[in-house]
Structure formats: C-alpha cells, structure tokens
Nanobody, 124 residues
Framework: QLQLVESGGGLVQPGGSLRLSCAAS????????IGWFRQAPGKEREAVAC????????HYTDSVKGRFTIARNAAKATVELQLNSLQFEDTAVYYC?????????????????WGQGTQITVSS
C-alpha cells in the first residue's frame, strides 16, 4: 500500500522559512509525480506545487511563485518543499500526494494517494 508522510511543519514568523519533506513507504518516491497541496481553515484545498516523474518539470500556483521551491532529495529519497518569505496567508495544513501521471498537474483529481498533512502556522 502506498503511504506518504509529511514532516517539517511548525510555527514560523512572517518572512521566515520552513522546509517540508514528503517521504514514502511501499514505493520509491523518485519514480512518482508528487504534488504539494494545502488547506487553510474554512477554505478549500488548493494546489501549491508539483514535480513530474518523467522530466522533473515543476509547476507552482501563482501565489507561491518565487517563494516556494519543490525538489527531489535523492539522498533522502524525499520530495521537499522549501518555503521562504512566509506570509500569514500561508497558514494551512500542507499535504503531499502522488498519482499515476508522468507529468505533474495542479489538479487534485490527478492524485490518488495522500499523506496526513503537516501544519504550518505563520504568526507573529
């Protein structure tokens, strides 16, 4: 069974940085397209970033472009999301997900397996 586990969340001040990791059990993460999503209280889940298994291409939602970076960490066999210049509106539970697509998409319907999420709170 494919399982994903997120880590690295926490409390951070505005302007600060965090690095999230997505690890897998039951499969090799580097062979799969991975997406990061987030859901803030009272809001719908939204895509943040994704990285393709086929060519390593990445996509970001407009609100995080230039601030967040998704990348594979081959040594740790994880997919990381580096979050810089965090803002209050980045507060949410962050999830990683995977699916069968070779090219990543910011559409959540293309992802079939989800982690439990990790909380990020941006507060002064």
């Amino acid at each position: 069974q494919l399982q994903l586990v997120e880590s690295g969340g926490g409390l951070v001040q505005p302007g600060g940085s965090l690095r999230l990791s997505c690890a897998a059990s039951g499969f090799t993460l580097d062979m799969y397209t991975i997406g990061w999503f987030r859901q803030a209280p009272g809001k719908e889940r939204e895509a943040v970033a994704c990285i393709s298994s086929s060519d390593g291409s990445t996509h970001y939602t407009d609100s995080v472009k230039g601030r967040f970076t998704i990348a594979r960490n081959a040594a740790k066999a994880t997919v990381e999301l580096q979050l810089n210049s965090l803002q209050f509106e980045d507060t949410a539970v962050y999830y990683c997900a995977t699916g069968p697509s070779l090219l990543c998409s910011l559409q959540s319907t293309t992802y079939h397996y989800w982690g439990q999420g990790t909380q990020i709170t941006v507060s002064s």
